[in-house]
């Protein structure tokens, strides 16, 4: 029988009054994985990141970590790491101080003389590379340079589990990349356990093994950041990871071409794609008001011609890599999709253009008109 994951939510609740702010939510983490919390604001991200550190207490379910219940004990007793957005890193103590103060309670009581803490103090600021600024005070060095003390701070007491709270979101986006390169090489070195709550895409596919995208508190889908871009599992997750475009139309069953959605009405052509299953288990019916939603590599600039829609370029966003046009197609409210067109920019504002599906990129994926789970 294989073991238990190392962390186990099961049919975790919170509300507050009459708001339930999670929702039901089972997850499990392995022993050594980063899991990122990933979603929009109110999404429930912060919420979750309190209860398994005890700050909040739960209305219903559980919390296991190495098989062992602890969603009713206080936080102390968790023996929990975890590094608050803003760092809350004491002002009047110096570096050394800070991150000694992570082990505070467990001195002498707890078999560590001063020596002892010094030494790991001394571990843990070499583990971030911030050996040397031990005398330093908070004010005294950088953003990115807190968010290391602070990290160095949880890590010191040797937690069974490690809680980041968009650890990264007060940096500029320089010193944001950066830091985050340190924070993926110390998080991996050290081999903890990892929970990181961000609002960023980037991050969340950078810095976790698996991603977990929340949505009004429940969980919508989780797992390797390729499979939430490739194959998003509800119409929220696909217009939430990564660029997508909707085209709405009715869902054609599989015929030669496979399964797809007719766009813009009767006669209107058929673009192929995936069909999701609905909840409950539901599949789509032929004739049933559909969407297609597509990524910008999916589609492609073509000449007028079968299959192809009209369209204008309303707007061109070079991104110092590649080039975005968004087109609006000729269609019944005027829908608007974003197609890649490569690094040269072949396409200019007000250019008369035809869309078709793309040869690459990830099979477009159809969902039931207004699922938006």
Same mark, same amino acid.
């Given at each position: +029988?294989?073991?238990?994951?190392?962390?186990?939510?099961?049919?975790?609740?919170?509300?507050?009054?009459?708001?339930?702010?999670?929702?039901?939510?089972?997850?499990? /983490?392995?022993?050594?994985?980063?899991? #990122?919390?990933? !979603?929009?604001?109110?999404?429930?991200?912060?919420?979750?990141?309190?209860?398994?550190?005890?700050?909040?207490?739960?209305?219903?379910?559980?919390? &296991?970590?190495?098989?062992?219940?602890?969603?009713?004990?206080?936080?102390?007793?968790?023996?929990?790491? +975890?590094?608050?957005? @803003?760092?809350?890193?004491?002002?009047?103590?110096?570096?050394?101080?800070?991150?000694?103060?992570?082990?505070?309670?467990?001195?002498?009581?707890?078999?560590?003389?001063?020596? =002892?803490?010094?030494?790991?103090?001394? *571990?843990?600021?070499?583990?971030?590379?911030?050996?040397?600024? *031990?005398?330093?005070?908070?004010?005294?060095?950088?953003?990115?340079?807190?968010? &290391?003390?602070?990290?160095?701070?949880?890590?010191?007491?040797?937690?069974? %589990?490690?809680? %980041?709270?968009?650890?990264?979101?007060?940096?500029?986006?320089?010193?944001?990349?950066?830091? &985050?390169?340190?924070?993926?090489?110390?998080?991996?070195?050290?081999?903890? =356990?990892?929970?990181?709550?961000? @609002?960023?895409?980037?991050?969340?596919?950078? $810095?976790?093994?698996? /991603?977990?995208?929340? @949505?009004?508190?429940?969980?919508?889908?989780?797992?390797?950041?390729?499979? $939430?871009?490739?194959?998003?599992?509800?119409?929220?997750?696909?217009?939430?990871? !990564?660029? #997508?475009?909707?085209?709405?139309?009715?869902?054609?069953?599989?015929?030669?071409?496979?399964?797809?959605?007719?766009?813009?009405?009767?006669?209107?052509?058929?673009?192929?794609? *995936?069909?999701?299953? +609905?909840?409950?288990? &539901?599949?789509?019916?032929?004739?049933?008001?559909?969407?297609? +939603?597509?990524?910008?590599?999916?589609?492609?600039?073509?000449?007028?011609?079968?299959?192809?829609?009209?369209?204008?370029? /309303?707007?061109?966003?070079? =991104?110092?890599?590649? =080039?975005?046009?968004?087109?609006?197609?000729?269609?019944?409210?005027?829908?608007?999709?974003?197609?890649?067109?490569?690094?040269?920019?072949? #396409?200019?504002?007000?250019?008369?253009?035809?869309?078709?599906?793309? /040869?690459?990129?990830?099979?477009?994926?159809?969902?039931?008109?207004?699922?938006?789970?």
């Amino acid at each position: +029988m294989p073991a238990e994951p190392f962390l186990v939510l099961d049919r975790l609740e919170k509300r507050f009054g009459e708001l339930a702010v999670i929702r039901e939510l089972s997850l499990a /983490v392995a022993e050594g994985e980063v899991l #990122a919390l990933l !979603g929009p604001s109110g999404s429930g991200k912060t919420t979750l990141l309190r209860l398994l550190a005890g700050f909040e207490v739960a209305d219903g379910g559980s919390i &296991r970590v190495g098989g062992a219940e602890v969603v009713h004990l206080p936080p102390a007793r968790r023996r929990f790491g +975890m590094v608050f957005q @803003h760092y809350a890193l004491f002002p009047h103590l110096t570096v050394g101080e800070n991150v000694a103060f992570g082990l505070a309670g467990r001195g002498r009581e707890g078999g560590r003389d001063r020596e =002892t803490v010094a030494a790991r103090v001394a *571990e843990m600021l070499r583990l971030v590379d911030l050996d040397g600024f *031990e005398g330093r005070k908070p004010g005294e060095i950088s953003g990115g340079q807190q968010q &290391r003390v602070a990290l160095a701070r949880a890590l010191a007491p040797a937690p069974r %589990l490690l809680l %980041l709270d968009e650890p990264l979101s007060n940096l500029d986006p320089a010193l944001r990349e950066r830091t &985050r390169r340190e924070l993926k090489r110390t998080v991996r070195e050290v081999g903890i =356990t990892t929970v990181l709550v961000t @609002h960023e895409q980037e991050e969340a596919f950078d $810095l976790g093994d698996r /991603v977990a995208v929340l @949505h009004q508190g429940r969980l919508d889908q989780v797992g390797v950041p390729e499979e $939430l871009y490739a194959a998003p599992a509800t119409r929220f997750v696909a217009g939430f990871v !990564g660029r #997508a475009s909707a085209l709405a139309g009715s869902f054609a069953a599989a015929g030669d071409g496979g399964p797809g959605v007719r766009i813009g009405g009767a006669g209107g052509p058929i673009w192929a794609g *995936e069909p999701v299953t +609905m909840r409950g288990g &539901r599949e789509l019916e032929a004739g049933a008001a559909a969407e297609l +939603m597509a990524r910008p590599e999916s589609l492609r600039l073509v000449a007028p011609g079968e299959g192809a829609i009209a369209g204008r370029v /309303v707007e061109r966003r070079f =991104t110092g890599v590649i =080039t975005y046009a968004t087109v609006r197609l000729e269609l019944p409210g005027e829908p608007e999709v974003e197609v890649l067109v490569g690094a040269a920019g072949a #396409a200019n504002e007000g250019d008369q253009v035809a869309v078709a599906p793309g /040869v690459a990129g990830p099979r477009p994926r159809i969902f039931a008109a207004g699922s938006f789970r």
